[in-house]
């Protein structure tokens, strides 16, 4: 008693109290307790999965940036791959206020194992690279001798490749094959983060004979004296000499930043989707404990408690409840972050050394805990509302139908115009704002929601006449809708917001799939035949063509051979794909990529040289208009172009631009080919061009033959790499939403026991409470997926406007009717599987059950 005496209080209520009353719940809705705790669950899971993996690209490039460049503070950068002189580097080394200048070489290459082939970053290091004192560059550059004569290969693509320290390895550059020794593998206990990431690391001579550019280098990692880096950069501007980017030593950020914002920014519309289906999946599985919370309550002020104290053991348990369910809805989430979404794309790694840490932010924990602690929160304190003073005490007993299921014509209404109001609101922002639209898929989600009771109520009068004429069981399911309201409508919602979220996230992806696709085959389609280095498919390495320009031209059955140029070159914030299209070639633009301008006509200027198609991302940066002037940094300096036309990104997310080669080999210097386009006489095969081309070519394992097809396939399947992480957020979705529904299906059947029971004593056997169950089943997601259904359409043709107006990427709205069935299918087919068997099970409950309460 002493002991009780000072127990702290709350209201007046002690805390083993609220404790006991949790406990008891829990002895007496235990299995209910748990199905809406795994509701939440779903859906924090979902909310913290989705934003976890939404994190990933520049969470862990900025933790390997940080990593590599140590106190470098500036960076002396080439315009393309072949670089520049050592001298240049040297001298800059002996600049006024320099304390360090790190020569690097980087450059694209291919690690073949017995696992298959990694396209990895060449990195060409000197032991300077260890007094710019990060974890990465110290140990490099402190252990070189470990790396004579060889390489040093990142742990992670040494085991995808299948490859280990010791042995030799085949290593693609420059179109040549070389056998090379791998001398160790780099663990993250010796360079950090960059053990995740594609790199390749060598000293810098061996790099450069690997690469074939003996005496060059492509960066200068610069670290002033204190206070002198202002000075330094003027005196690197002036070395430069309008040739080589003086940028800050981190500018791989920046770029990054942009080259992933597309990608990102669709991303983060359907992530925002998601976490707010996922907000308002756990707040309707909590919705079916509502009636029997409404219940407790009215218990509650029949045994003296007054208000507040109802409200503070109703707030416990929904706090005890909604913690313990998001913690393991966090587990779950890391999981799938960490496999489903853990995939950096290929066409980011290729351009930038991306690595694969995923690092997990608190504020991220904090918002999916927070999704599910507040659909608790908010399903917990609805049975509140049964405090105001006009409520009799046991005002819920005296309701139609099913005690606490009730929902009001007037509650009805006034949320079906706030599903008006907020389909309004979402129109207007959208059309006045595009970047809102994020904002925008939020509120359809809530819309489609508030759409729910309404719909519901519509489709039960339309109904109610042809059951009371029927036959069968049509009457009492429409009886048993009526008095679960509450229950049916929480389960049309899931429905509902299953069907939205898919239908938006996988239209969208879908129309973005069919806008690259279509880019690709007209990309390609200049040729029958391509020669490149194989696993780059935006055909930005250049390689050694030597003579095989003149055998091919001279082989039989090869009509036409023409070489095609290409990079990436750094302008302002953006990493540009620059692609040089030979005149003679069938077309240098994608006609279903064009913006602003006449095709033909644009086409012709390009051929004529001295003007470029743009896209729209940078043509708006630079607030440039089809006829505009503009001058483009190259290695020669700067190359003044006119604007021939405006195009999409053509799925390089920071942008193209396109020129002729006779412009590109004049400001690049530079007669290297990217790819050899190559065109057969109209009596060969392919497979026998195919032939004659590796016959002419010789052997040259660091070059790949591909006919247009197999090219295209390669293409398509990297492209799509990009869109993979929105297919799974939408399979994520549906897979939620479909165990949203099993659960709270789970969960309605459980608290029906009682009442099929007694129908059982009206007379009911259980396989007609069995056909009535399927048939309420049937209503109730016929509700849900038609509500679900045109918002989701609607969702979709706005996510896909906001993508082609703000990420560039070709998105042209099409309905996509085939897989919105499908998923209409699947949602149906595990719905109706769930009440099939364990609701045939449910109906044959004993009679007695009924009068156990």
């Known amino acids: 008693m002493r002991r009780a005496a000072f127990e702290p209080r709350i209201l007046g209520l002690r805390v083993s109290a609220l404790l006991g009353f949790y406990a008891w719940r829990l002895r007496r809705h235990g299995v209910q307790e ?55 580097a040297e001298a800059a080394g002996r600049l006024p206020g320099v304390e360090v200048a790190s020569p690097l070489l980087r450059s694209s290459a ?24 990060a974890q990465a560059t110290q140990n490099l550059g402190a252990g070189t001798s470990l790396l004579t004569g060889g390489i040093g290969l990142a742990e992670a693509p040494a085991q995808a490749a299948g490859v280990h320290g010791g042995q030799r390895v085949l290593l693609l550059a420059n179109g040549e094959a070389h056998r090379v020794l791998l001398r160790l593998t780099l663990g993250s206990q010796i360079v950090g983060a960059v053990a995740g990431s594609p790199i390749a690391i060598a000293l810098l001579p061996v790099a450069q004979h690997l690469v074939g550019t003996p005496g060059r280098v492509t960066n200068v990692l610069i670290k002033p004296a204190a206070g002198a880096q202002r000075q330094v950069e003027g005196e690197l501007r002036r070395l430069a000499a309008g040739r080589l980017d003086v940028v800050p030593a981190n500018n791989d950020l920046r770029l990054l930043a942009v080259a992933a914002g597309p990608t990102n920014q669709s991303t983060t519309l359907f992530a925002a989707i998601s976490a707010m289906v996922g907000f308002l999946l756990a707040l309707n599985a909590m919705l079916l404990s509502v009636p029997e919370r409404r219940r407790f309550v009215t218990e509650l002020r029949l045994g003296g408690f007054d208000p507040a104290q109802v409200i503070l053991v109703l707030v416990s348990q929904a706090l005890a409840l909604g913690l313990l369910a998001s913690a393991a809805g966090i587990v779950v989430g890391d999981i799938l972050a960490h496999t489903l979404f853990h995939q950096i794309p290929s066409y980011i790694t290729f351009a930038f050394p991306v690595g694969s840490e995923q690092a997990v932010h608190l504020k991220v924990v904090l918002l999916a805990v927070g999704c599910g602690v507040l659909a608790a929160l908010v399903a917990s304190l609805i049975p509140a509302l049964d405090l105001r003073e006009d409520r009799a005490l046991d005002n819920v007993l005296r309701e139609p139908g099913e005690p606490g299921q009730n929902i009001t014509k007037r509650v009805a209404l006034w949320l079906g115009l706030a599903g008006l109001a907020l389909l309004v609101a979402v129109t207007t922002i959208v059309i006045a704002l595009p970047s809102l639209t994020v904002i925008g898929g939020i509120l359809l989600a809530l819309a489609a929601v508030c759409f729910i009771p309404s719909t519901f109520a519509l489709a039960l009068k339309a109904i109610a006449p042809f059951s009371e004429r029927a036959r069968g069981m049509l009457g009492l399911a429409v009886v048993e809708l009526r008095a679960g309201a509450t229950r049916s409508i929480a389960l049309a919602a899931i429905a509902a917001l299953a069907v939205y979220g898919s239908i938006a996230i996988q239209g969208t992806r879908n129309d973005l799939d069919q806008g690259l696709n279509k880019a690709i085959v007209q990309y390609l389609g200049t040729a029958e035949i391509w020669v490149t280095t194989g696993d780059n498919v935006f055909t930005t390495d250049s390689f050694n063509a030597g003579n095989a320009v003149h055998l091919l031209a001279r082989s039989p059955g090869i009509a036409s051979v023409r070489i095609y140029q290409g990079g990436l070159l750094d302008v302002g914030s953006r990493r540009l794909w620059i692609r040089a299209r030979p005149p003679g070639d069938s077309e240098v633009l994608q006609p279903s990529q064009m913006l602003e301008g006449n095709f033909v006509h644009a086409s012709s200027l390009i051929r004529r040289g001295g003007w470029a198609a743009v896209s729209n991302g940078f043509a708006s940066e630079h607030h440039l208009r089809v006829g505009s002037p503009f001058t483009l940094p190259t290695p020669s300096g700067g190359a003044p172009l006119h604007i021939a036309a405006i195009t999409t990104n053509t799925g390089w997310p920071s942008g193209a631009i396109t020129l002729s080669s006779v412009d590109y080999g004049h400001y690049w210097q530079t007669a290297a080919p990217a790819a050899l386009e190559i065109n057969l006489r109209a009596s060969v095969s392919n497979a026998e061009g195919r032939r004659i081309v590796r016959a002419a070519l010789g052997n040259r394992p660091g070059l790949w033959i591909q006919i247009r097809s197999s090219r295209e396939a390669q293409f398509k399947a990297n492209v799509s790499q990009g869109l993979r992480s929105l297919g799974q957020i939408s399979t994520l979705l549906l897979v939620s939403a479909a165990l949203a529904i099993a659960l709270a299906l789970g969960a309605a059947l459980w608290q029906r026991r009682v009442r099929f029971a007694a129908l059982k004593t009206q007379g009911y056997d259980e396989r007609q409470l069995w056909r009535s169950l399927l048939l309420e089943s049937t209503i109730v997601l016929v509700v849900g997926c038609a509500d679900g259904f045109l918002l989701g359409i609607y969702g979709h043709a706005i996510a896909s406007r906001w993508l082609r107006l703000t990420t560039g990427f070709p998105a042209s709205f099409t309905v996509g009717l085939p897989q919105m069935l499908i998923n209409l299918a699947i949602l149906s087919i595990i719905a109706l599987t769930v009440v099939a068997i364990p609701g045939f099970s449910a109906a044959r409950v004993a009679p007695r059950v009924g009068f156990q309460e």
């Open 34 to 88: 748990l199905l809406a705790g795994l509701g939440i669950a779903v859906g924090v899971a979902l909310t913290f999965g989705v934003l976890l993996a939404n994190t990933a690209i520049n969470g862990s490039a900025s933790e390997l940036d940080r990593q590599l460049i140590g106190s470098a503070k500036l960076q002396l950068v080439a315009r393309s791959s072949a670089g520049f002189s050592e001298q240049i």
């Open 110 to 133: 291919v690690v073949v194992g017995p696992r298959g082939r990694q396209l990895v970053q060449l990195i060409g290091v000197t032991a300077s690279l260890a007094a710019l004192e």
